[in-house]
């Protein structure tokens, strides 16, 4: 079987850079869209397998340069791994500023579509194509003081089912991830910074955080990882049009 040849957005860090690694382990071709240059340079040069294209995906100039980057480093795509958002600031409605919301719509939503968009006609000309879209357990879910997160996130399970079924029809796949807490340096700073306000321990506040979920544990972005894999391996070719959680079984976003 031929490499696979893979385009991950955000995949300079993260949830994106596990990804990144898997494939990269799994013998595939990587191409990585990061608008961080230093993160992008330093993962680019430890690997012969992975390139990079500094860019925002926002700004349709730069989404037309990962894409003619793809193309001249990797020859075609397989995989597009939609995996590039932003939260946005912590607010009620009432108080979000609007150009607050404006750039997580533009970053999430718009951005996805500009790179899936100009992604299409090299996906159509594979023998195997695969879309992945980075949701969120807010896009299952509401989520207090994060409405234009929550609202990209359900937004992009309505994309990712159009997808499925206008692209069905070519072999393409196209499914959403939806991970809950991911374990991870920001992630463990915010539960040490609760325990620091509320002198309580890292372990009570860790507790807290995990209440509201069935499996008392973070996701590990290697099992985000692997099932990205699983879902645009050859045993996933007839999974599409689906959302898949992976949060411990939770119930609410907190
Ligand atoms: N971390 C979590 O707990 C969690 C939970 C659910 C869903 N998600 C989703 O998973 C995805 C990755 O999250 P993460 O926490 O790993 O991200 P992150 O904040 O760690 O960022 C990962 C990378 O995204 C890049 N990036 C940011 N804006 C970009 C843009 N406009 N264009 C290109 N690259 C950009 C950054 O430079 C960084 O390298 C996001 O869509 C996020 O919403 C994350």
């Not at 506040?205 to 990205?228: G, T």
């Amino acid at each position: 079987m031929t490499a696979q040849r893979v385009l991950i957005t955000a995949g300079a860090g993260g949830i994106g850079q596990a990804i990144a690694q898997a494939y990269d382990d799994a013998g595939a071709r990587v191409h990585i869209a990061d608008v961080d240059t230093d993160a992008l340079g330093r993962i680019t040069s430890g690997s012969d397998a992975v390139s990079g294209t500094a860019g925002d995906i926002s700004k349709a100039a730069d989404v037309a340069r990962i894409i003619a980057d793809v193309q001249e480093h990797l020859g075609g795509l397989d995989v597009l791994v939609n995996n590039a958002g932003i939260s946005g600031p912590t607010a009620p409605v009432e108080d979000l500023p609007a150009d607050a919301w404006d750039s997580v719509i533009s970053v999430n939503l718009n951005g996805t579509f500009n790179v899936t968009q100009q992604a299409i006609p090299l996906l159509k000309e594979s023998a195997a194509g695969s879309i992945i879209v980075m949701s969120s357990l807010a896009g299952r879910f509401g989520y207090p003081n994060r409405v234009a997160y929550s609202t990209t996130k359900w937004g992009l399970v309505g994309f990712t089912k159009t997808l499925a079924l206008e692209l069905g029809q070519y072999g393409i796949t196209a499914n959403s991830i939806h991970p809950g807490a991911v374990d991870g340096p920001r992630f463990r700073s915010v539960i040490a910074g609760r325990a620091e306000l509320s002198g309580r321990t890292v372990d009570e506040e860790l507790a807290d955080a995990l209440a509201l979920q069935a499996v008392k544990r973070l996701v590990d972005p290697a099992d985000i990882a692997a099932m990205v894999l699983f879902l645009t391996g050859p045993h996933g070719r007839s999974i599409s049009g689906q959302m898949l959680p992976i949060d411990g079984d939770s119930k609410a976003a907190s």
